[in-house]
């Protein structure tokens, strides 16, 4: 398979040699058949190939495919998965542009695959206002193939909101396109019950929701971050003071960050440092949720820990703060901003500065007032390299975003993760009181995913070993039996 090089693109082949997670959902998506996963791989790679999906960016697209509006990401549904829609009144059938408005889709796919790390869509066909002319079940079939045959692994479900009775018939044979597995995923809805999979605030006012956003192009619909973001936090001027209840909570987290620091010291000197601190982690207090050992995102410019997941408690743990450490790899400083997509909720401190070589950066992120993280919320860290001769003072960094290309800029996304708790409020006061480092709740979700891993992999120890006891079990049985009838057969035989 990979020897044909001339089928496939070779950067997907380099991708499919040293990406175990492509091959894994490919093997997932063909319930772990072999050969299915072979011919998936095979015929999504002659149409990645076709389709130069490694190539598709805005300039090869035209213009008017973007402001049709027709297709876009936007928003969650109420698992948390990216929402891909497909405006059906804005598609009008036409052979002619059929081959670029497919190439527009699979942008989007590719778009969002790379950058989300190929988390899963759920696909959403907005069929409100439609008639005949909009019906185009060749492009339909198309959109759905991207997910059945080009994407493995990459469909949710597909939620269909209000379908012309015209479309009846229609659908039926999409249903013979989609196969016993996909059938499942298609959830018909309309106006009193689609928020049975998508929250009203991710939902427009004709579909019964709240959400006041409206499509526009440029610029490129950036995900969740296509609208102008406070750069530091909540709305509120970063120079008002604060309240009483906030600076004590602030003059906390900051003792406890800096309990083995120079107060004033807020980078660590060398990568070499970091590693130490690692080795060390056993025996030493660490900051609440500053777990420099746990997954890291290594990205050119910055190793961003942790590398998916912000984890917050809700509103009765009460963990309103989470550390995010950047480690620079350049040789260069590198200028950061971290953006949110709920401003109003969220301090974050710095959201804009900059980065020494080698050095790592400690950003304390605190939900603000009475507020409570939502698994929907948004962090997005964007890096660039600046030159040795320019400073990293504000106007120089507010210059340099200014005239920095947008190909030079790094980007990394981060979820944020509630975890729920039962320990009672008072156990957690007597550790505080005796100054004992209560575990965190992203310490306790860890353990608790490796102890279920770990317990798992016994059951199924446990299970083979019963087995084979049952196996051997029934084998000495049979011996028995097979002897007991030989030594009958020599006992009649000589009476």
Same mark, same amino acid.
């Given at each position: 398979?990979?020897?044909?090089?001339?089928?496939?693109?070779?950067?997907?082949?380099?991708?499919?040699?040293?990406?175990?997670?492509?091959?894994?959902?490919?093997?997932?998506?063909?319930?772990?058949?072999?050969?299915?996963? &072979?011919?998936?791989?095979?015929?999504?790679?002659?149409?990645?190939?076709?389709?130069?999906?490694?190539?598709?960016?805005?300039?090869?697209?035209?213009?008017?495919?973007?402001?049709?509006?027709?297709?876009?990401?936007?928003?969650?549904?109420?698992?948390?998965?990216?929402?891909?829609?497909?405006?059906?009144?804005?598609?009008?059938?036409?052979?002619?542009?059929?081959?670029?408005?497919?190439?527009?889709?699979?942008?989007?796919?590719?778009?969002?695959?790379?950058?989300?790390?190929?988390?899963?869509?759920?696909?959403?066909?907005?069929?409100?206002?439609?008639?005949?002319?909009?019906?185009?079940?060749?492009?339909?079939?198309?959109?759905?193939?991207?997910?059945?045959?080009?994407?493995?692994?990459?469909?949710?479900?597909?939620?269909?909101?209000?379908?012309?009775?015209?479309?009846?018939?229609?659908?039926?044979?999409?249903?013979?396109?989609? @196969?016993?597995?996909?059938?499942?995923?298609?959830?018909?809805?309309?106006?009193?019950?689609?928020?049975?999979?998508?929250?009203?605030?991710?939902?427009?006012?004709?579909? @019964?929701?709240?959400?006041?956003?409206?499509?526009?192009?440029?610029?490129?619909?950036?995900?969740?971050?296509?609208?102008?973001?406070?750069?530091?936090?909540?709305?509120?001027?970063?120079?008002?003071?604060?309240?009483?209840?906030?600076?004590?909570?602030?003059?906390?987290?900051?003792?406890?960050?800096?309990?083995?620091?120079?107060?004033?010291?807020?980078?660590?000197?060398?990568?070499?440092?970091?590693?130490?601190?690692?080795?060390?982690?056993?025996?030493?207090?660490?900051?609440?949720?500053?777990?420099?050992?746990?997954?890291?995102?290594?990205?050119?410019?910055?190793?961003?820990?942790?590398?998916?997941?912000?984890?917050?408690?809700?509103?009765?743990?009460?963990?309103?703060?989470?550390?995010?450490?950047?480690?620079?790899?350049?040789?260069?400083?590198?200028?950061?901003?971290?953006?949110?997509?709920?401003?109003?909720?969220?301090?974050?401190?710095?959201?804009?500065?900059?980065?020494?070589?080698?050095?790592?950066?400690?950003?304390?992120?605190?939900?603000? @007032?009475?507020?409570?993280?939502?698994?929907?919320?948004?962090?997005?860290?964007?890096?660039?390299?600046?030159?040795?001769?320019?400073?990293?003072?504000?106007?120089?960094?507010?210059?340099?975003?200014?005239?920095?290309?947008?190909?030079?800029?790094?980007?990394?996304?981060?979820?944020?993760?509630?975890?729920?708790?039962?320990?009672?409020?008072?156990?957690?006061?007597?550790?505080?009181?005796?100054?004992?480092?209560?575990?965190?709740?992203?310490?306790?979700?860890?353990?608790?995913?490796? &102890?279920?891993?770990?317990?798992?992999?016994?059951?199924?120890?446990?299970?083979?070993?019963?087995?084979?006891?049952?196996?051997?079990?029934? &084998?000495?049985?049979?011996?028995?039996?097979?002897?007991?009838?030989?030594?009958?057969?020599?006992?009649?035989?000589?009476?």
């Amino acid at each position: 398979l990979l020897d044909k090089s001339d089928k496939y693109d070779s950067r997907d082949v380099e991708r499919l040699q040293q990406d175990d997670k492509w091959v894994e959902n490919y093997l997932i998506w063909r319930h772990d058949v072999v050969d299915d996963t &072979l011919k998936m791989i095979d015929e999504s790679f002659q149409w990645r190939k076709e389709y130069t999906v490694n190539d598709l960016t805005e300039s090869v697209l035209p213009k008017w495919l973007f402001e049709n509006g027709s297709l876009f990401l936007h928003g969650y549904d109420k698992e948390g998965y990216k929402l891909f829609w497909f405006r059906v009144k804005h598609h009008i059938r036409d052979p002619k542009q059929q081959l670029e408005k497919k190439k527009l889709v699979a942008f989007w796919l590719e778009h969002y695959a790379k950058r989300d790390h190929g988390k899963p869509l759920t696909v959403v066909f907005d069929m409100a206002e439609t008639g005949i002319s909009h019906i185009d079940l060749d492009f339909v079939r198309f959109i759905v193939s991207c997910f059945t045959d080009y994407y493995p692994n990459f469909l949710t479900k597909i939620v269909i909101f209000e379908m012309p009775w015209i479309m009846n018939a229609a659908f039926k044979i999409v249903k013979g396109w989609l @196969g016993p597995d996909a059938i499942s995923m298609l959830k018909f809805t309309n106006k009193s019950d689609v928020q049975e999979y998508i929250s009203g605030e991710y939902l427009p006012p004709h579909m @019964g929701g709240t959400d006041s956003f409206k499509y526009s192009y440029p610029p490129l619909v950036d995900d969740d971050f296509q609208t102008p973001l406070c750069e530091n936090g909540p709305i509120t001027s970063e120079d008002e003071p604060e309240s009483k209840e906030e600076i004590d909570a602030d003059t906390k987290e900051t003792g406890e960050l800096n309990e083995e620091q120079n107060p004033n010291q807020k980078k660590m000197n060398s990568v070499e440092q970091i590693s130490k601190s690692e080795e060390t982690d056993k025996t030493e207090f660490k900051p609440k949720n500053a777990k420099k050992a746990l997954t890291t995102f290594k990205g050119p410019l910055l190793h961003i820990s942790p590398a998916e997941e912000l984890y917050f408690g809700s509103k009765e743990t009460g963990e309103k703060k989470c550390l995010i450490v950047l480690t620079n790899v350049t040789k260069n400083i590198v200028a950061f901003k971290v953006r949110t997509t709920a401003p109003e909720k969220y301090r974050v401190k710095p959201s804009n500065s900059s980065c020494e070589p080698g050095t790592s950066l400690d950003i304390i992120v605190s939900l603000h @007032g009475g507020f409570a993280a939502s698994l929907q919320d948004r962090f997005l860290i964007m890096a660039a390299e600046m030159d040795q001769s320019s400073g990293a003072g504000v106007p120089e960094l507010t210059q340099f975003w200014k005239e920095v290309p947008r190909t030079k800029v790094m980007e990394h996304r981060l979820r944020c993760h509630v975890v729920e708790s039962s320990k009672p409020s008072s156990l957690t006061l007597k550790e505080n009181t005796f100054n004992i480092p209560a575990k965190t709740n992203e310490d306790l979700h860890i353990q608790l995913t490796r &102890l279920l891993q770990i317990n798992k992999s016994l059951q199924e120890q446990i299970d083979r070993c019963l087995w084979f006891q049952q196996l051997s079990v029934v &084998l000495s049985l049979l011996s028995v039996t097979v002897v007991a009838f030989c030594f009958y057969l020599l006992y009649t035989q000589r009476s």
